[in-house]
């Protein structure tokens, strides 16, 4: 069976933690879609790490990690995330897997990425600059270069023939970005050596393989499920399926092998870059909220948007999801508000409406609130779910009644070892 593991907001829900904690049940840690522009971090023995491609098990010694089919693959990024971990004598060889048909980012990938977004002026994206769009572009209109490739003689003259081509296309675009394509190719070659020391493999005949053989295989998400192309908050979205459907395009595995999938979210909800966002706080609440949760993105370090819990959307993307149990994150954050609050409708064009629905615009969706009483302990130290104020419980008690699935587990710190399981 295939696990899946993903968040259920608009990302940054705490993916690469939980991960990190749960993967030793496991013997395979896959991420399925994706690229540089996730950021998953990981805090062990109190040392932080930030995982960017590179799956969140890599920090376990008996587990194979691999980046499966749906992944857009930065070899520069790539190389600086191998390069951070060199003190960890991990055997990248043999723990780091890639997928042969896993789509590669190119240089020009990310100068057209920055180009679009300047052209879009005040309704860009909010992308983090990473390439991501313009690769699954070219992977969609069929003119994408793959890992693969790199194995064939000739590949740097469909390397070359794509970036001449994306060259065209930032002319068109015709907005002023400077940049170094020596520059930006001499790292890209660069990088391409280290690339080349891992192993390639066809995912979907190692995956099948290995299911066959009675392999446990952890499927990690990256984004969310509000930032999924299909049924995210369109436009603003990112260009994979961040949903659990996607797992199976992204592996190479038959749908009916994904077993039990775990839906991740704040306790609360954040949100980096542009798009709607119902329960937002542009108040003191708000502030304390990014604060005290240090909302700062792991990538591009941006100050991430924070509001309250938003349980239409929670429902929304669990349904989608078919999510069988979930884990809620952050909740030391919380700690001290005077009062908590939760969406549990929404007020829609003078009507009350208790789905997501498709135009959500500034102005056209009021979140209609829930209060709960608040808690004041310090969670940060707390061990066991006996330890976890009342009021505290009361509050999962009510999400688990809306969303009709059971929170497994609740986070109350950054590290490993803040992590309490409330059902075996
Ligand atoms: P991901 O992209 O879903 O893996 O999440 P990020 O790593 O981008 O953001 C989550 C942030 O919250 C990271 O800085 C984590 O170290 C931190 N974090 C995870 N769980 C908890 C928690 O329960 N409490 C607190 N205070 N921080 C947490
Ligand atoms: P993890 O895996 C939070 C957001 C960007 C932007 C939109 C599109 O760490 O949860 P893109 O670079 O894909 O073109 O950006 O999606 N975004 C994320 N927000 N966490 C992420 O990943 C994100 N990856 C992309 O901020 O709004
Ligand atoms: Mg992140």
New binding site residues.
Partial sequence: MVDVLL?LQW???????IVDVLAGNYDIIARFQGGAN??????IDGK?H?LHTIP?GIFHPDIINVIGNGVVIDPVSLKKEIDGLADFNIDFKKRLLISRKAHVTLPTHRLIDAASETAKGKAKIGSTLKGIGPTYMDKAGRNGFRIGDFELPGWKDKYRALVDKHLKLLDCINVDIQFDLDELEAEFFNSIDTLKKLKFIDGEIYFNKALKDGKKILAEG?Q?SLLDINFGTYPYVTSSTTTAAGVSIGLGIPPKQIGKVSG?FKAYTTRVGSGPFPTELFDETGQLMAK???EF???TGRPRRCGWLDLVALKYTVDINGVTELMM?????LSGFEQIKAATSYKYFDQEIQHFPFNIDEGNVQPVYTDFKSWQADL?GVTKKEQLPKTLMQYIAYIEEYISVPVKIV????DRK?TIELKA
């Fill in positions: 968040g990302g940054d829900e705490g993916k690469g933690k996730a950021g998953h971090t990981l805090v932080k930030v969140s990256a969310g991740v005290k949760g240090h993105g792991a990538t994150m952050k909740s030391d954050v940060t986070s109350v710190g950054p803040q």
